[in-house]
């Protein structure tokens, strides 16, 4: 049994420390026979810091069950992003339902200017200098999905050039 244990915590520890951020918790109630019945939703946004990122979302009956739902959600739909440094490559919209985000490079030392469901993604995929606004809904399952969506077109020079037939020196100019 201790070697188990022992083996276990190895592995743990070999792991890539992920960003687990909880964008939005929702109470919603069902009204039955004998009364309100009580459910939750958790938004969750999980990223390695380094490019990954995925968003998940849990429901149940406690508040720590709907969060470790999403975070288990979250991970099994992890995407990698092209980034350019600590910023994106060019600029983008995301958008996903009624939800549009603009997200814009920003030179190093600007910080993350973006609102809450956007901020939480750029922090959980790592990129720290950008300019993001919500255009059109604020709704925090859109905003997260438009901002995702936005974030997974991205493509870096050296997409672009393979893809063109080009050298990345023709294609930055």
């Known amino acids: 049994m201790a070697f188990r244990r ?12 992920m960003i687990e951020k909880v964008v939005y918790l929702n109470r ?36 720590s069950e709907a969060i470790l739902k999403g975070i288990a ?7 990698t992003i092209s980034l350019s440094g600590t910023t994106i490559p060019h600029e983008v919209i995301g958008v996903y339902g009624a939800g549009r985000v603009l997200m814009k490079p920003a030179a190093v030392g600007t910080g993350v200017i973006a609102g809450g469901a956007v901020r939480a993604v750029m922090e959980a995929v790592g990129i720290s200098n950008i300019r993001t606004k919500c255009l059109r809904s604020n709704n925090p399952q859109n905003v997260v999905k438009a901002a995702m969506q936005g974030l997974m077109s991205l493509r870096s020079p050296e997409q672009v050039a393979a893809i063109r037939g080009k050298s990345v020196e023709e294609i930055v100019g």
Do not use: C, H, I
Request: aromatic share 4%; glycine share 14%; hydrophobic share 40%.
């Open 6 to 17: 022992d083996n276990r915590d190895n592995q743990a520890a070999e792991a890539p420390e």
């Open 28 to 63: 919603v109630s069902k009204t039955v026979k004998g009364g309100r019945v009580m459910k939750f939703s958790a938004l969750v946004v999980v990223g390695d810091g380094k490019g990954t990122v995925g968003y998940g979302l849990g429901k149940a009956a406690e508040v």
């Open 73 to 79: 959600n979250a991970k099994k739909n992890m995407v």
